[in-house]
């Protein structure tokens, strides 16, 4: 497979279609240097973006919370969406906006004389996961924590909060599993470096309270489909310890969808009857 950078097709850039290869940036960009970036993961399914204007909306909060206001409405950017799905042929993808500060008068930390740029490209991609999707994902417990939200604004999906989430993810894979599973500040169980966690115990569903980590759009979908189904969603801060007397355990996020977990470290989880009810729930939706 090709690199990213070199690929056919076409990539939304600042308000107009360029060609793929052409979507660069100057290396002077301050985003580059200072993480001044946000930006959205989202999925079409059957010619349909899920969710899609609720990711806009989160795409213009995170600009916010970072001070970059970004200079498109929600509708504009559903559009740029539309039309790089359509100008590359795609009707099942992933799709990334993202919003930056470009290179300008700026070069220090300060960033206010450099334009907010947008950019969405669309490419396919399968099972975040491979084959864990079917067997569990195997999970690393990740040595770093998920920031206060009085250190970096966690309610943003911001670049500079993924930078604990790359090098987890290596120490990660380097053990042989899928993913890590990170504690916050406080020694909560927080989230997984891209994706939000869900336990069952005795039917009923425990999930970390959304205020240190992501409230994932998948997150929120799936705790409405179990509250729908009748089951007790308890959204509390858990214990590490807690991971013991859970019986499963599954990861949400859009391009996770519901990934069943089988280990946690030492600890092994079940894929039971409500994991997979839940992921093809899940599935049925999205297509819907
Ligand atoms: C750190 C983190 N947590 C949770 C999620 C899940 O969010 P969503 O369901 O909105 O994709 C993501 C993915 O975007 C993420 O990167």
Not at 81 to 93: M, P
Request: proline share 3%.
């Amino acid at each position: 497979m090709a690199g990213y950078d070199d690929r056919d097709g076409k990539i939304w850039m600042d308000g107009k279609l360029v060609e793929w290869r052409d979507a660069n940036v100057h290396i002077l960009t301050h985003a580059l240097h200072y993480a001044s970036s946000v930006f959205e993961g989202e999925r079409c399914y059957n010619g349909k973006i899920f969710k899609s204007t609720e990711h806009s909306q989160r795409l213009l909060k995170s600009g916010e919370l970072l001070d970059m206001p970004i200079p498109y409405t929600v509708e504009e950017i559903n559009t740029a969406k539309e039309e790089v799905l359509k100008a590359n042929g795609l009707t099942d993808a992933y799709v990334r906006a993202v919003a930056f500060r470009g290179a300008g008068e700026e070069m220090g930390v300060a960033s206010l004389g450099n334009p907010v740029r947008l950019a969405v490209a669309a490419w396919t991609w399968g099972a975040y996961y491979g084959d864990a999707k079917m067997k569990g994902a195997k999970l690393d417990i990740a040595k770093w924590k998920r920031p206060s939200p009085e250190t970096i604004p966690t309610a943003a999906k911001a670049a500079g909060l993924y930078m604990i989430c790359t090098m987890s993810k290596h120490a990660a894979q380097a053990k042989g599993c899928s993913d890590a599973l990170f504690f916050d500040y406080r020694g909560y169980v927080a989230e997984a470096t891209g994706a939000n966690i869900f336990f069952v115990k005795d039917g009923e569903v425990h999930t970390p309270l959304p205020d240190a980590i992501l409230n994932g759009i998948t997150r929120q979908t799936v705790i409405g489909m179990l509250r729908a189904k009748g089951i007790t969603v308890h959204e509390r801060h858990i214990m590490p310890a807690e991971l013991e007397t859970f019986q499963q355990c599954w990861l949400t996020g859009t391009a996770a969808e519901v990934t069943p977990v089988g280990q946690i470290g030492d600890y092994t989880f079940e894929v039971g009857a409500l994991t997979r009810d839940i992921a093809n729930e899940y599935e049925a939706l999205v297509r819907a």
